[in-house]
């Protein structure tokens, strides 16, 4: 039985409102922001967020010199039953911890992402 109810996609971008007002007019949907955060809900769809970046560095494409990343926020009922879990899958918890109510995790080839709850 998997440890996770849902994966929320999060693109890191130096301005959440304007690319996820893009992106709502690209797939349809409703933009809600909090200055530093923007979710676009989708209908059946799961949500698009978008965090906001200090020095955000463009991807490029197809070159490699700043690569295409965005990371997972993956939402749990229990922050310490799936902390356990998902160490034991392999993954590693970051040092630098910034909330309360998720855990930045590094999967086994480096990439981060956060258990979260509601």
């Known amino acids: 039985m998997p440890i996770a109810r849902r994966p929320v996609v999060v693109l890191d971008c130096p301005d959440p409102l304007a690319l996820a007002t893009f992106y709502a007019g690209l797939l349809g949907g409703e933009v809600r922001d909090d200055g530093d955060w923007a979710e676009l809900q989708l209908g059946d769809w799961p949500p698009l967020n978008f965090q906001?970046?200090?020095?955000?560095?463009?991807?490029?494409?197809?070159?490699?010199?700043?690569?295409?990343?965005?990371?997972?926020?993956?939402?749990?009922?229990?922050?310490d039953a799936a902390e356990e879990e998902t160490l034991a899958l392999g993954a590693t918890k970051a040092e630098h911890q910034p909330g309360s109510s998720f855990r930045v995790f590094l999967d086994p080839a480096g990439h981060p992402f956060c258990l979260c709850v509601d």
């Open 52 to 79: 906001h970046v200090d020095d955000y560095r463009r991807p490029s494409w197809p070159g490699q010199d700043a690569p295409q990343q965005l990371h997972l926020d993956v939402v749990v009922d229990d922050l």
